[in-house]
Antibody, heavy 119, light 109 residues
Framework: QLQLQESGPGLAKPSETLSLTCTVS??????????WTWIRQPPGKGLEWIGH???????NYNPSLESRLTISVDTSMNHFSLKLRSVTAADTAVYYC???????????WGQGTRVTVSS | EIVLTQSPGTLSLSPGERATLSCRAS???????LAWYRQKPGQAPRLLIY???SRATGIPDRFSGSGSGTDFTLTIGRLEPEDFAVYYC??????????FGQGTKVEIK
């Protein structure tokens, strides 16, 4: 059974880089039909699609974040990662990783990790 | 970019009642790639419906989705206690970003 687990620091300082990893278990990140996705949810607000990556290296990013964002995949470690540069308080959120199966939407989610941006 | 607008913002109902949630897209959703998710407090969202009308694995048949093009509906036949939560629609086709609606909260009346 495929499972996803986010990991990374729960606190980031303004202007620094936020780095998170999502480990895939019970399946392979090299699944051809899967796009590995990051979503975030600021406190008390709705869901925002951040971007995704295919194991081939193809990425798509939310234009609102693209200039600060890098999503990468490590097939040897069976995980994928997010780096968001120059963070501000507006980047404070619960960050989720998920699998986008393309046809059947975001069918598997991690439990989420809370990140606070504060000095 | 496709913008999704959900209505109503809040729905106040009693257990056992029927809930009807709406999602309207600013442009046609390609291939009817429209999904619905339920999010309980403190939890990750869970996929309910994909392809506008297909139930995800393990989702009970009191959940049904309908619609096409720009207008979509999620119906919950009889509300169970665990159904009082926030519901999001999402377009997940080839239009980027893969946006979510702002959510509908179903609360106990």
């Amino acid at each position: 059974q495929l499972q996803l687990q986010e990991s990374g620091p729960g606190l980031a300082k303004p202007s620094e880089t936020l780095s998170l990893t999502c480990t895939v278990s019970g399946g392979s990140v090299t699944s051809d039909s899967s796009y590995w996705t990051w979503i975030r949810q600021p406190p008390g607000k709705g869901l925002e699609w951040i971007g995704h990556i295919h194991y081939s290296g193809t990425t798509n990013y939310n234009p609102s974040l693209e200039s600060r964002l890098t999503i990468s995949v490590d097939t040897s470690m069976n995980h994928f990662s997010l780096k968001l540069r120059s963070v501000t308080a507006a980047d404070t959120a619960v960050y989720y990783c998920a699998r986008d199966d393309w046809v059947s939407a975001f069918d598997i989610w991690g439990q989420g990790t809370r990140v606070t941006v504060s000095s | 970019e496709i913008v999704l607008t959900q209505s109503p913002g809040t729905l106040s109902l009693s257990p056992g009642e029927r809930a009807t949630l709406s999602c309207r897209a600013s442009h046609i959703v390609s291939s009817n790639y429209l999904a619905w998710y339920r999010q309980k407090p403190g939890q990750a969202p869970r996929l309910l419906i994909y392809g506008a009308s297909s139930r995800a694995t393990g989702i009970p048949d009191r959940f049904s989705g309908s619609g096409s093009g720009t207008d979509f509906t999620l119906t919950i036949g009889r509300l169970e206690p665990e159904d009082f939560a926030v519901y999001y629609c999402q377009q997940y086709g080839s239009s980027y970003p893969k946006a979510f609606g702002q959510g509908t909260k179903v609360e106990i009346k």
